[in-house]
Every structure is written in C-alpha cells, then in structure tokens.
C-alpha cells in the first residue's frame, strides 16, 4: 500500500495454483489495481495462447484423449514426451501399434520417440521388448521448424496440382476452406514463390523426406500434430504455431474425430489459471464479468509478462515482487540480470511447497509463507476442501488432498491469498474474502458468475472426470475477428535469425529425464546416456571433429550476443545436426540475454541460443 503507483508491484504465479487460488490472485492484484501478471506461461505455451487465438480464436488444444484413437496420422514436433509427458507414451505406443503413422520433428534423437519399453506392458517388461514410435524420424536443424511446415504444405500442394491435373479432386478439404477458413490465396503464392533450396537449408532436412511426410499428411484423414517447447521458444515461436494451424487447416484437421491440434502443457494448471483470470492483457470478458460482480472497475491498461516484469524490476521501476509458487529468477533467462533485479526490490513475497534458489535472493524485506501441496488435506471453516484444475484438453475436474499436513500452521493457497488480499484492502469493493477462504464453493460460485462457461460449477465437478469447457475449434467455431480461421503467411523461413560466423553453433536448452523444471532430483538423463552429471553439452561428431575435440573434453561454452560464459563443460558426442548443440536448463540461462525473446508473445529464446565452443583454459 505504501507504494505510489500499483503498476510498482509484480505478481507471478507459477501454474501450480488451482483455478480457486489463481481465481482468488487475480481478484486480488485487480482490486489493488494493476495487470501485472508475470506468469510461467509467458516462458513456455504463450506463443500458443497468443498464436492460436489469432488464427483459431482461442489458444488451447482441439483434440480430446479419445481424438488419439481416431487419428490416421500424428505429427510429433519438438517435445519430448518420454521424460516430460510419459502418459503420452501410452497413447503414442497404442497409435503405433495400430499401424498409425507417427512423423516427428526433433533435433535430437530422442530414444522414447525412437522405441518405447511400455512399464505397463507385462510381455515388454519381461522380455526387454519395445515397441517402435516413430515413423518418420526428422531430425531438423534447431530452430527449422517454420521451413520444415513450409516444406510439407509445399509438397500438399504440389500433390494437389497433380491430383488436379489428373482429373481428381485434389487433395485439399474445398468444402472447409470455402466455409470456414480465409487467406489461402496469399499462404500457397508464398508456399509457390519459396525455393526448395532455401527451405532444405533452414530445416536442414531434404526435400524428399518434406514430399514423404506431405504424402503421409495428405493421404491420412485425420491428423493430430502435438508438440510442445521446441516450437514455442524461439523469436518466432508465435509464427512457428501458426504454420502448424496452417497445415491443419488445408484438409480440414479442426472440429471431427481425431484430428486437430495438441499443444502439451507444462505444469498441473498453467492452463487453468489463464482461463480464470491470469492475464496481462486483461480480456473484455473477465472485465465485464468483474464489474457486473463485484462492482468495480478492473484496470484495463495491459500489465507486464514475464520478461517485461523482470526488465522493470532490474531497472528499479517495479519495487515489489509477490511470487504465488515458482522459481522465476531462475527460471528466466540471464539469471545474472534477474537475480540482481530480485535483490534490488524493497520487497519479496513467496508462497511456496518447496525452498528454492530465489528465496534465497534477499530483496529489503523477505516474506515467505509455506503452503499446502494439493495432496496434503485442507481443512477450513466449512470442513474439508477439493479445488480443480484444467488440464491441457480443457477437462476441469476436482482434487481432494488427503495427507496429513506438515504442521497445523502450514495453511492453503487459497487460504494465504485471501488473507494477503484483506490484509492490503480491508473491506474496499465489499469482496468477501473470509467467507471464500472458509468455503471453496463460494469461490467456485464466483467464478461461474464472472466466468459463464463455469456454468453449475460445483455439481459438475461431482462427475467422475470432470467437465470439458467451451473448446470453439473442436465445433468449427471460430472467434476471430473475420470469424473464420484464419491462414497466416509468415514471410520467412526462420525461427531465429540465422548467423553468419561458421564458428556459432545454435544451442538448445533441455529438460533432462531427472528435473521438473529447476527442481533437480538427481543427476541422470537416462534415455540421453547421461549419468551423475548436468555439465555437459551435445554435439554432432563432425562439429567435434573439426575443432579437434572427443567426448569428454573440457571445454568453455560462450554466448555469440552476450559476454556471458559456461566455464569447464565436457563435450559429449551426440546424434544431433551439424552446427546445432544442447545442454540443460536452467544452467544453461545464463547464456540468454533477456532481450532475445519472441516481440509478438514474449516468449524467451530459450531454445536458440547462439554459443562459441573453445577448449576450456582451465583444463589445458
Ligand atoms: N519430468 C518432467 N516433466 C515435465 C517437466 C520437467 O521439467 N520434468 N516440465 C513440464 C513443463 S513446465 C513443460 S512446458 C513441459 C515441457 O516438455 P517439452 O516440450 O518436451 O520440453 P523440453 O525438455 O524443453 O524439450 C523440448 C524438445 O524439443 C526438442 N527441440 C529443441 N529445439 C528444437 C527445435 O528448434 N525444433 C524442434 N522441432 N524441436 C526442438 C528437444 O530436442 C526436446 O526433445 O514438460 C512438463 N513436464
Ligand atoms: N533455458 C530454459 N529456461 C526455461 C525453460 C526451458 O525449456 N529452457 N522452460 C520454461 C518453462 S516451460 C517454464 S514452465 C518455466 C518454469 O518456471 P517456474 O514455474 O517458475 O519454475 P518451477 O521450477 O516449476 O518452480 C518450482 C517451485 O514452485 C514451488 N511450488 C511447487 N508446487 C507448488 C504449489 O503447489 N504451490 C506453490 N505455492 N508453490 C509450489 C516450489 O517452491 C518449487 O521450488 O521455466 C522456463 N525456463
Ligand atoms: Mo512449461
């Protein structure tokens, strides 16, 4: 309160929060009177929610898990379900087995996409047995994904021509284009004035594996693309979305079994909170509903994403941080930077499960407040609470903690924002935060009153599973500005601009198989061959080769834009092509600068990082 402008005040939360708490966050910062919500999804899905909704007029997944059945085809594009998402697996593996073709899209060689071991097979168990994944194994250069979508949409329409010129059909949906979509016209002169040559060069694939996987597209009924952070984190992540829309729509791949889109989500309700709430860019909807509820003016002016957040931190124009969950200074890139700009804050609040590294960056005064895990029971006034969540295919359903709490004192989130929010605004706009804290249902209602897609929230949350909301996509139903889907020409073929200097190599950031996200639990990467350490990087042979270097050499691996340096790294010979190369997050951050990052969805370059390899002095 002691702060002149509310705009001084940051509030991220990480995707963990359910619907209720998130519900409760953004009521709270809105009635304080500022949009800024720095939230995880800026570092991760944004290129979706932003890309998605422009085109499809809303940036959420299409499919349901029953879509996995019906589909003829799925396209894999940079993500890596066997560590990240492994009930995927299930579902990749049942699709394999029924002949369904899988084409994947990945740098690197991922083992799990290449063949997985199911652990619920007994017969695979047992007899070391696995079953094939992919298809079509493309291993693109990083960062060669809009070329590589340009090639196949290439090589559809080149299929069209013939069948055309042969007296068919052709190959395109007509009908769905004619109905539902507009802007074809400018996408295929673009795809027709684009040259092979320069596509083959950005993905770094050939033009016949582009044709192969066009005939794979064109010749299914139905296709999925999945795909997930090697799409998105890139300067052009938001357009690179877009291509994957685009292929999609040319056979009508939205609204029928088992076609559609399916970007994979992060944490438990990065997803949730976004629909209830969390946003920088305040939607119409939400502000109507907040004024017709509570009766008062939500600020409208857009708040700060992420990067935006910790720019204004690190530059003393935002003084107070309050973080619900999260690990943000080092879960951003140039942590240098974001660690400085933490300390620099008059205050920091963390409402947290767990310890971690950006507690420990000491603003002038610290405030940590430990909360309930979802499993954990929460007992309030009313008796014990559930809250739900949104899972990536738009299903809410309700959890109910059960396990003993760690100590009477440690209270819930819900609990902990609402006492926050009437501790900073006492009775101001009459918003009954008592009343939701001692009962979730209250909040729950709430939220249906804002939100009328939560319609009959709490009885629908009695059905096993859950409810499904509103998906517009999934029925043909497009909120765009034209109303229809829309087409999207991104003029050009790259998702980061390409350097010059055949020294630079472009480095990619990854999970390894133990992590989940900044939490390290240990130090094997098992489906890479990587075991007991993290300081390693990924190179091609020949790339090693012509700097005079084998696995296991020592080496520094430096920024190409920045001063930044990871001293003492030990190379490892990797199946990944010429002039790419990987290591992990977040050690790996330090070599992003803040300012590389997606303008259109703020999405931080994590995965094109441009990185000079030398052999390290300090092992000469
Ligand atoms: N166990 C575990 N599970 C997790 C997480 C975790 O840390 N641990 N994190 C959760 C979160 S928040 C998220 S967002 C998801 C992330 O799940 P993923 O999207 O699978 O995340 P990454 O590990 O970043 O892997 C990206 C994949 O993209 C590939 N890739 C890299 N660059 C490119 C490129 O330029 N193009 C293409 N086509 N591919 C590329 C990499 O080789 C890798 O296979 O997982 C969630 N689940
Ligand atoms: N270089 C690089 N950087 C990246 C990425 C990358 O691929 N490469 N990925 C980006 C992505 S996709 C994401 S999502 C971000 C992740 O960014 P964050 O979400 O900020 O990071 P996490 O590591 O998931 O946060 C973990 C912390 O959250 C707290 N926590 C866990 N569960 C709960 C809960 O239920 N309630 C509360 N209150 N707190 C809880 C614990 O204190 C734990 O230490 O990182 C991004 N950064
Ligand atoms: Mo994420």
Known sequence: NALPDPN???????????????????????????????????????????????????????????????????????????????RMMATLREVSKRGAPIVVFNPLKERALERFASPQSPVEMATLTSTPIASNYLQLKIGGDIAALKGVMKAVIALDDADLAAGGDGVLDREFLA???????????????????????????????????????????????????????????????????????????YGRPGAGICPLRGHSNVQGD????????????????????????????????????????AEGRSKVMVCLGGNLAVAMSDPARSFAAVRGLDLAVHVATKLNRSHLLLAKENILLPCLGRTELDMQASGPQSVTVEDTMSMVHAST?????????????????????RAVLGDRFAIPWQAYADDYSLIRDAIAQVLPAFHDYNERIRTPGGFRLPVGPS????????????????????????????????????????????TIYGLDDRYRGVFGRRDVIFMNP??????????????????????????????????????????????????IPLSRHDKTSGTPSYKSVPVRISRSPAAA
């Not at 052009?236 to 999609?248: F, K, R």
């Not at 009477?408 to 924002?417: A, K, L």
Request: charged share 20%; hydrophobic share 40%.
């Open 8 to 86: 001084m005040a940051e509030f991220y939360p990480s995707g963990r929060a359910s619907n209720e708490a998130a519900f409760l966050f953004q009521l709270f910062v809105r009635a304080y009177g500022t949009n800024n919500f720095p939230d995880c999804s800026n570092m991760c899905h944004e290129a979706t929610s932003v890309g998605l909704a422009q085109v499809i007029g809303l940036g959420k997944a299409s499919v349901t898990l029953e879509d996995f059945d019906h589909a003829d085809a799925i396209f894999s594009i940079g993500h890596n379900p066997g560590t990240n998402h492994p």
């Open 179 to 253: 109905e539902h979509t507009i802007g074809i016209e400018n996408m295929i002169a673009d795809l027709r004035a684009c040259p092979w040559e320069e596509i083959e060069a950005a993905s770094g694939l050939m033009r016949a594996q582009l044709e192969h996987a066009g005939q794979i597209y064109a010749k299914a009924r139905s296709v999925i693309v999945c795909y997930g952070m090697g799409v998105t984190q890139h300067s052009q992540g938001t357009a690179a979305v877009q291509q994957i829309s685009n292929l999609l729509l040319l056979r009508g791949n």
């Open 475 to 518: 029925e043909r139903l497009w909120k765009t500005p034209s109303g229809k889907a829309e087409f999207r020409v991104f003029a050009g073929l790259h998702a980061e601009a390409a350097n010059p200097d055949p020294e630079v190599l472009t480095l990619t950031t990854l999970r390894s198989h133990d992590q989940y996200n900044t």
């Open 542 to 591: 020949d790339d090693l080769a012509a700097r005079g270097l084998v696995t296991g050499d020592v080496v520094d691996v430096s920024s190409a834009v920045s001063d930044a340096v990871l001293a003492g790294y030990s190379v490892v010979s990797y199946n990944i092509p010429r002039g790419c190369a990987a290591a992990y997050y977040p050690e790996a951050n330090v070599l």
């Open 274 to 313: 976004r629909t209830v709430g969390i946003d920088e860019k305040a939607p119409a909807h939400l502000c109507e509903g907040i004024r017709r509820v509570y009766g008062f003016e939500p600020p409208v002016a857009h708040g700060h994403d992420a990067v935006a957040a910790m720019q204004a931190m």
């Open 401 to 421: 903690g059960k396990l003993p709490p760690p100590s009477e004192h440690v209270r819930s989130e819900p609990w902990i924002v609402a006492s926050l929010a």
